[in-house]
Each structure stands twice: as structure tokens, then as C-alpha cells.
């Protein structure tokens, strides 16, 4: 799996985005799918991820209600809304791909994927 992250910019505080994550190979549809950061300085964290179905999603406790992930199998794609976007959402936001091992979407480490696209820069001004 192939991934390419896009969507990043620079918006206000209070703003949106919407990233999104293409994907090329035959086993997207059955891969989990998750969103990392990091911001200068600090360690990737986890923000979010989706099952291979997209029925089951997970999130860092912080992004919850404000961030929603959510992905299209038809077209390989995986996107992350971010709303209320905030000066320490900034950061550099990676997709990452991991190869179905059952039902298991709550994938926080990034050792736990397989794949990682090469991230977009989240920057949000005060």
C-alpha cells in the first residue's frame, strides 16, 4: 500500500480542514487506517482511526468532537475533517495503512501500521 496524504494549509484558529489520504494496492478495502502527528520537537501522536469497513473509529481523547475520520473504498481514499482547529493542532499529519489482522481497529501506536504516506503540514495561527 502507497499512501499520499493532502489537505494541509494554513488556516485560523477556529477553522477547518480536510485532509485526505489516497491509497494505491488490492488490500486497502481491508486495511485499518489511521491518522499520526507531530508537531516540532515532540513525538508523533496518534489522532484517529477507522476499520476496514469504516464502521469502527477511533480517537486520542483530545481530538474527539473535533476531528472526525472517515474513508471511501470505492475511491482508496481516507480523510480527516478537523473543525475547531486549534495553534497546538499544528503539526505535520501522516497517513498510515495496517494489514487486516481481524476486527482490531484500536491501533494507537505507530508501530502497529505497516504503512506510512509522507504527511501534509497543519499549520493554525492565533
Known amino acids: 500500500v502507497q499512501l499520499q496524504a493532502s489537505g494541509g494549509g494554513l488556516v485560523q484558529a477556529g477553522g477547518s480542514l480536510r485532509l485526505s489520504c489516497a491509497a494505491s494496492?488490492?488490500?486497502?478495502?481491508?486495511?485499518?487506517m489511521g491518522w499520526f502527528r507531530q508537531a516540532p520537537g515532540k513525538e508523533r501522536e496518534f489522532v484517529a482511526a477507522?476499520?476496514?469497513?469504516?464502521?469502527?473509529?477511533y480517537y486520542a481523547d483530545s481530538m474527539k468532537g473535533r476531528f472526525t475520520i472517515s474513508r471511501d473504498n470505492a475511491k482508496n481514499m481516507v480523510y480527516l475533517q478537523m473543525n475547531s482547529l486549534k495553534p497546538e493542532d499544528t503539526a505535520v499529519y501522516y497517513c498510515?495503512?495496517?494489514?487486516?489482522?481481524?476486527?482490531?481497529?484500536?491501533?494507537?501506536?505507530?508501530?502497529?501500521?505497516?504503512?506510512w504516506g509522507q504527511g501534509t503540514q497543519v499549520t493554525v495561527s492565533s
Open positions: 498510515a495503512a495496517r494489514n487486516y489482522r481481524g476486527g482490531y481497529y484500536r491501533a494507537k501506536n505507530d508501530y502497529e501500521y505497516d504503512y
Open positions: 494496492g488490492r488490500t486497502f478495502s481491508s486495511s485499518l
Open positions: 477507522i476499520g476496514w469497513s469504516g464502521g469502527s473509529t
